[in-house]
């Protein structure tokens, strides 16, 4: 079932979680070329220096000092610690609430500035697992690894045809549901045999 913090000592971890993701859902449009790093919310790399005693700390600081402020001036390394910490977000114990808020921001808000979204299979797959309106909300995500990462999920179809019962079309977010099965199956990539499946499955 989906991590969720009902115990008395996860309350602590379930507000840092909180904090984190309020932090990490404010960033937006992270750069992409090096000419977009204008503003630093502290000291800019480039104008940084680390006060050095001597000579020979200043030779034995010299490669590593390079070495990170190079990094911090490179797009694809945000990317990286972006992505690391939304990763380490999603190891903690959330409540449902906050489940459903990260699921509606993810395909839109973080994959686009991950460095590698494959790495979230797991988690959205755990997710989809689970049945019912925490999987519909998974299933944007899910789609758009599948469709702009080349990843490799066979059990997606079937795991959207169990969604089409009844009592999905009485919940929240059915319209929503309802918008996304009509995308996936618009493939023209699906066999007729999978069509009518479906088909049969809402009659």
């Known amino acids: ?86 990763l380490g977000l999603l190891k903690q114990p959330l409540t449902l609430e906050m489940y459903k808020h990260i699921l509606l921001r993810l395909h839109k808000h973080v994959i686009p500035h991950m460095a590698h979204p494959p790495s979230l299979l797991n988690f959205l797959v755990h997710i989809y697992d689970q049945g019912g309106v925490i999987s519909v909300l998974a299933l944007s995500s899910l789609f758009t690894l599948i469709q702009h990462h080349n990843l490799n999920y066979p059990d997606f179809y079937a795991k959207l045809y169990t969604l089409f019962d009844r ?19 618009s493939s023209t990539k699906l066999s007729a045999h999978l069509i009518a499946a479906f088909i049969k499955r809402m009659a």
């Open 1 to 86: 079932m989906v991590r969720i913090a009902i115990r008395q000592e996860d309350t602590l971890a379930q507000d840092i979680a909180l904090n984190v993701f309020r932090v990490l859902d404010a960033l937006h449009n992270l750069p992409t070329p090096a000419s977009e790093m204008t503003e630093y919310w502290a000291v800019n790399p480039n104008d940084y220096t680390l006060a050095r005693p001597s000579k020979k700390a200043r030779t034995q600081d010299k490669a590593a000092t390079s070495r990170s402020t190079e990094r911090c001036t490179v797009p694809y390394e945000h990317c990286v610690q972006f992505e690391s910490c939304w």
């Open 167 to 185: 009592n999905m079309f009485h919940v929240k977010y059915r319209s929503r549901f309802c918008r996304l099965a009509i995308k996936f199956l």
